[in-house]
């Protein structure tokens, strides 16, 4: 039943999209790293467009998983480091693109199962002014996550920059 209230949902979604930009913040190109084995915990990465004012990024959920943190992973000498972040903050007109390997990214604590590659799920991000946004995140391959990007051509949501 809820999959199809989804389904409801991203119709409307794309319709609106499609018209006018009644969303403050766009998330396109959601992937997630399919897991290996018992792996309890997963990683997304997405691209976020603040097209509204300043706006931060409060909490995540997803049927996939029983939490969602958001991530940040720097290096501390030789070694990368991880960790959750209360909050991320999204200046106006900020565009942030997740990339595996550095930086931040959306933790899907606690899997309720492996992700394999082709899986897609929901995953809704909550915005102190945007409010809840959902989007779709496609599991891909992801082993190699270093240089020339061999990842699927996933078009999606793709939308080329209408700077205005
Ligand atoms: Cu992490």
Do not use: Y
């Not at 942030?96 to 309720?112: S, T």
């Not at 199962?113 to 391959?141: M, S, Y």
């Not at 992801?142 to 990842?151: H, I, L, N, Q, V």
Request: hydrophobic letters at 40%; glycine letters at 10%; one cysteine or more.
């Amino acid at each position: 039943m809820s999959k199809i209230l989804w389904r409801a949902c991203l119709l409307c979604l794309l319709s609106v999209m499609g018209t006018a930009q009644a969303q403050s913040v766009v998330i396109n190109k959601a992937v997630a790293r399919a897991t290996v084995g018992k792996m309890p915990n997963g990683a997304a990465f997405l691209q976020i467009e603040n097209k509204g004012p300043d706006d931060v990024l409060l909490s995540g959920s997803s049927p996939a998983s029983s939490r969602i943190e958001i991530h940040t992973m720097t290096m501390e000498g030789d070694v990368m480091k991880m960790r959750a972040l209360d909050q991320l903050e999204l200046k106006a007109g900020q565009r942030l693109e997740m990339k595996p390997g550095a930086g931040i990214h959306i933790m899907l604590m606690g899997l309720k199962k492996p992700l394999a590659v082709g899986d897609k799920f929901p995953l809704t991000l909550n915005f102190r002014q945007a409010g809840k946004i959902e989007t779709t995140v496609d599991v891909v391959d992801m082993k190699m996550p270093m240089k020339k990007g061999e990842m699927h051509e996933h078009h999606g949501q793709h939308h080329k920059g209408n700077s205005d």
